[in-house]
């Protein structure tokens, strides 16, 4: 009975240790670019606020409609706009990242089915403390996709 008291207490210790940052972020607005008939790869978009009093990362997503998920960024290299992977999206304690199109995004590679509009995406953020969050990403056309968020003035 000891034993079952002690491993209970260290489920609720291990919950509690990796509740962390997803307990402390919200998303909002996220949607996935609906790609082009045969297109290998697109993008997902949203804002993550930081409500925590600690910085929080994001390191990776992942997602079932794409074989490969990656953090990315676009950067002016001599003067030509590229799309790079970047290693982590830093959220400022009360802050937020804004993933939008020409910046901060999740693309989606090799996607493994087209997809329509309307579709729905889970899209699992893992956080630098091991924690996740998941959220349903919105399938739209890209003309749709341009709209602003919300009220967000970015």
Same mark, same amino acid.
């Given at each position: 009975m000891?034993? $079952?008291? +002690? +491993?209970?207490?260290?489920?609720?210790?291990?919950?509690? *240790?990796?509740?962390? !940052?997803?307990?402390?972020?919200?998303?909002?607005?996220?949607?996935?670019?609906?790609?082009?008939?045969?297109?290998?790869?697109?993008?997902?978009?949203? *804002?993550?606020?930081?409500?925590?009093?600690?910085?929080v990362?994001? +390191?990776?997503?992942?997602?079932?409609?794409?074989?490969?998920? #990656?953090?990315?960024?676009?950067?002016?290299?001599? @003067?030509v706009?590229?799309?790079?992977?970047?290693?982590?999206?830093?959220?400022?304690?009360?802050? #937020?990242?804004?993933?939008?199109? @020409?910046?901060?995004?999740?693309?989606?590679?090799? +996607?493994?089915?087209?997809?329509?509009?309307?579709? *729905? *995406?889970?899209?699992? $953020?893992t956080?630098?403390?091991?924690?996740?969050?998941?959220?349903?990403?919105?399938?739209?056309?890209?003309?749709? !996709?341009?709209?602003?968020?919300?009220?967000?003035?970015?």
């Amino acid at each position: 009975m000891k034993q $079952l008291s +002690l +491993l209970a207490a260290g489920l609720v210790f291990s919950a509690a *240790v990796f509740a962390g !940052a997803a307990d402390n972020v919200a998303v909002q607005d996220p949607y996935v670019r609906l790609a082009p008939p045969n297109a290998p790869a697109t993008g997902a978009f949203m *804002v993550i606020k930081n409500n925590g009093d600690k910085d929080v990362k994001v +390191l990776k997503a992942d997602n079932p409609a794409s074989k490969v998920t #990656e953090l990315h960024t676009h950067l002016n290299e001599g @003067g030509v706009m590229k799309m790079r992977p970047v290693p982590a999206v830093d959220i400022k304690a009360k802050g #937020e990242a804004v993933l939008k199109p @020409g910046g901060l995004h999740i693309m989606m590679i090799d +996607l493994k089915a087209p997809m329509k509009e309307g579709d *729905v *995406v889970p899209i699992t $953020l893992t956080f630098d403390d091991g924690s996740t969050k998941t959220v349903d990403a919105k399938v739209v056309r890209p003309m749709a !996709a341009g709209m602003p968020m919300s009220d967000h003035k970015h």
